[in-house]
């Protein structure tokens, strides 16, 4: 059956470190794979979309890489805030880019 | 633009009532979704729609579920009759044909007596 799991329900991490956040799939042959930002009370927010032929996307302080061999997808966060606490969901489109199926998230709390 | 507008934020009912959801997506995007989300199975696709067309309903978990796009500006989700299990927070979210990313709205939290 096809599964998505993200490393673990909750991180902590010290200020200014870098927190790693990982997105496993089985049984998927996605053309993108996504990653969102979720505070409490609020919607999803988009923050980097990486498409298959793509080993690694950059944007400001978060990279993103995507392993097809391992099934694998990694989510960085360099210099952490605690402004970057959230629940971060990856995202994985199969057939259609349009249709997303999502992780459970990976709840972060950067400490100061 | 201010982004996906979702209506009521909060809904409260009892058993057996009638809801319906209020979705308006960001205007020029040709898609339109709805997810529900609850703690114990996270968020889930319910429907989606392409140029106010349903394209596939697969996640819609019973025929209590309901979705409608009469038009590009706005879409609903009723439930029919509603039932305490269906007590989660429904999101919509509309995305640009280009892009595959997905803009959210703010969400309905519904709570089902």
């Known amino acids: 059956s096809q599964k998505i799991e993200q490393n673990s329900e909750a991180l902590n991490i010290q200020e200014g470190k870098t927190a790693t956040l990982t997105c496993n799939y089985t049984?998927?042959?996605?053309?993108?794979l996504q990653w969102y930002r979720q505070d409490p009370g609020r919607g999803p927010v988009f923050l980097l979309l990486?498409?298959?032929?793509?080993k690694e996307k950059r944007k400001e302080r978060l990279k993103v890489t995507f392993d097809t061999t391992l099934k694998q997808s990694l989510f960085h966060i360099t210099a952490s805030q605690p402004a970057d606490s959230a629940t971060y969901l990856c995202?994985?489109?199969?057939?259609?880019?349009?249709?997303?199926?999502f992780g459970s998230g990976t709840q972060l709390t950067v400490l100061p | 633009d201010a982004g996906v507008i979702q209506s009521p934020r909060h809904e409260v009912t009892e058993m057996g009532q009638e809801v319906t959801l209020r979705c308006k997506p960001i205007?020029?995007?040709?898609?339109l979704f709805w997810y529900r989300q609850t703690m114990m199975r996270g968020l889930e696709l319910l429907i989606y729609?392409?140029?106010?067309?349903?394209?596939?309903d697969s996640g819609m978990p019973e025929d209590r579920f309901s979705a409608k796009m009469p038009n590009a500006s706005f879409s609903t989700l009723k439930i029919q009759p509603s039932e305490p299990r269906d007590s989660a927070v429904y999101f919509c979210?509309?995305?640009?044909?280009?892009?595959?990313?997905?803009?959210f709205g703010p969400g309905t939290r519904l709570t089902v007596l």
């Open positions: 995202a994985i489109s199969s057939g259609s880019a349009r249709q997303l199926t």
């Open positions: 979210a509309s995305g640009a044909t280009r892009e595959g990313e997905q803009f």
């Open positions: 049984n998927y042959s996605p053309a993108y």
């Open positions: 205007s020029g995007h040709d898609y």
């Open positions: 990486i498409r298959e032929n793509e």
């Open positions: 729609f392409n140029n106010n067309v349903p394209i596939d």
